[in-house]
């Protein structure tokens, strides 16, 4: 009878690894074993560095929780990192310069992302260009954007004065609470703002009916189609959404580094697909979630920051991450019976 | 025991197969042989495990238990091609043709003919001619397969198997699609193979079928072997409880309720699939359907029957032309959201390409179209998904553990009866069926005919295509017949008969009635109308 138990235990056990959340938690586990084994003389202990690993790891999920939602719809965004840098530069500009309220320059600063969510949406949806090539297009595009806006220069607290001297200025507040640590120093706000994006795509994906809609349209287009699912528009919307994230990103980046820099974010877009299609979201649309891109970001974000304190030089540590991520999307392949 | 009067051993001998995928077994401890020069035919209800057998036979499953020897001796393909090396070749129940390439790199791929490693093109596209030629087909190979029809893509399917020239040919439900015609080429064709020594395996559903070609027949029953006969031995009465374990009468039962008002009436309405510039492949059709009524839809290959209810349904956007009126009123559909809002429903031919999203679970693909309405606000409610899906597909007879399974991991019969399920859901007033049996068991295949009795008591109009010759007589109400995308006949009930049915979808007989039988060359012609 104990054998039996234990023997249904194995079998649940067998098919809970056996999905794709087991594989990628299975991964999580094994980093976190790294972690163990290489702990830099017990740093990997310290509360400080599960701080840092997480708040180092909350803008590219912001990313993620976008990307997560256009690859379910069987699509790519290649411009999150872009819209970042446009987003960071024009909010530095309205908190810095034009000494904007809180209230009005993130509502703005997510419309700026959402617009350029939304034109990609429309040249890969309606248009019907190649997501990749109309996303390819967005990603140069407002990388331009980023640098008319901001003149090709970091947008910081340093500004002109008439005569061409340069004058200080505060930190705008919006920064200041953003760039935060609360709970008695433990969590920074920008994971929380990570947490709070996960949780609306979650709710989206899950419960919203635009979410069983998106992997209709990723698993099988046509057939989608001809049920009467909305293609153009819940496709359109998933970029929208993927604007909107790469925007709260935009603010948070340029909250943390108090400047608005038009070269932020370059192959953010490629860190972000790498964490979704780590969790197990297959990259060819209609399997996937937002739990499994949770465990993707942790994942990364660990496997960075154990080969950071154990002083990896960049170059190694590169390499590493390249290898690493082949390794775990080789054990993360559904297998076939 | 083989009936033939060979003593060599059996070209292949499975014994004692058991199959589990994770905790559910489909297969326990299947016995399985195929002599040379035989026709066994496997049959079985829906999810009896007839596919999954062929699939180990043919290496696509791996992982079993149980023994399989082939010549004699023992063998374990561990993949399609270990198996064509075998000398076992099997067309699949879900075809696997590679849609943007050519009919010929289709034939051909896996055994590409090459020089120095450069393929040979012109080789390849003559032998595809000949083989295609021997089932009566002239098709231009350089084209890639997704631009043919599905009953064409079913023959391309058949062409590729037949080019491995081995001595066991698995064919799973390889006329699902196809016309009387084709059928009986295949059949001949089958005559041929038999005569050579080939061993095949025949998978179906359809009684006619087996009562023509079986020379054997093996019955699973949610996969264990119920028994293994001579065709001769085995009446059809007694394979059918075999099957479904208890009696079924062969009539269809149609019950022509009173019919209501109209529901449907087409005015020269005609379909440019690829929009208004294009050919048309419908042209100045006029129909109408009573509420109540089912009009079936007859045509050969090439006839449009599909595309009118396509075009009909909105899918090819504003390529079509000529009035509609739903209920009297005049409409003008140009998506499939709007017919559906309308209450117009299509069942497709091809679930796996346009019916089902393979990667949801039965409840997300059953409640599909119908989800603006489950999910008021924008929010989905779980539970009244699942209470609406069982509502919908208890009646059709689709036993699985739970709801939440892949529809991809279903068998071909269940997954087919999820498509039919979706529409139901919509609580559709007009349904538009493209071979709606396809695929499905003859125990389930009674339920549907019966519900589709219950949907026009309930005031239902139906619009009906099926290649099955007697569905189409037994079911419709009346019969229109296209050719060439024109209608070339209207019968009613009584008037309709397979012979007169068959010589207007050859464009032979007109609406004036003149009837005379095709001569076989003009026969051989009008069938190739791809
Ligand atoms: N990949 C899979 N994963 C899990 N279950 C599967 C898988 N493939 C098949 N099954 C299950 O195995 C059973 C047998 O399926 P199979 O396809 O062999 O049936 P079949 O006899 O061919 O039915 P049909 O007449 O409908 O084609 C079904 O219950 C099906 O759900
Ligand atoms: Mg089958």
Redesign the pocket.
Known sequence: MDNGAMRRGGEWLKQVLSGPAGRAFIALVLVALVGVIFNAEGAFYKIATHRDALRQASVYGILACGMTLVIIGGGIDLAVGSILALVAVSCATLAIHWNWSSWLAIPACLLIGGCCGGLSGFTAARLRVQPFIATLAMMVFARGMAKYVSGGMKVSTAVQNPDGTYRYVDVPPLFEAIDRRILGDTVPVVTLIFAACLAVAWAALAWHRWGRQIYAIGGNEEAARLSGVPVVFAKLWAYVMSGVFAGVAGICQAAQEHQGDPEAGVGYELIAIAMVVMGGTSLMGGRGGMGLTLLGVLTIGYLDKILSINAVPEAGRLMLTGTIIVAAVLTQRRRR? | MPDSASTLAPLVRMTGVTKR??P?T?LRQVDFEVWPGEVHVLA??????????I?ILGGVHTDFEGSLEVHGRPARPRSPTEAAALGVSVIH?ELSLVGPMSVSDNIFLGQTLTRGGWVRDGPQRQQTRRLLAELGLELDVRRPVEEFAMATRQMIEIAKALSRRTDVIVM??PTSALNGPEVDRLFNLIGQLKGQGCGIVY?T?KMEEIERIADRITV?RD?VRVGSAPAGQLPSAELIRWMVGRELNEQFPRHTPRLGAERLRLENFSVYPEGGSGRASVQGINLSVRSGEIVGVGGLQGSGASDLLLGLFGAYGDGTRGRVQLEGRPVRIRAPRQAIAAGVALLTNDRKATGLVLSLSIVANATLAGLNRLSPGGWRRPRLEEVASERVIRPLGLR?ASFD?EV????????QKVAIAKWLQIEPRLLLLDEPTR???IGAKHEIYHLMNQWTAQGIAILLITSEMPELLALSDRVIVLHRGRVTAEFDRASATPERVLSAAMGTERLSGNQRDPTPAEFDRRTQAG
Request: no cysteine; aromatic share 2%; hydrophobic share 30%.
């Open positions: 019976s | 995928f994770g559910v489909v079985g209800e829906n999810g009896a495990g007839k596919s999954t057998l699939k129940q799973d439900e998978i559903h699973l996969g699985t399974l991809g991991a279903l068998s071909g019969g269940n997954q695929g499905i068991d």
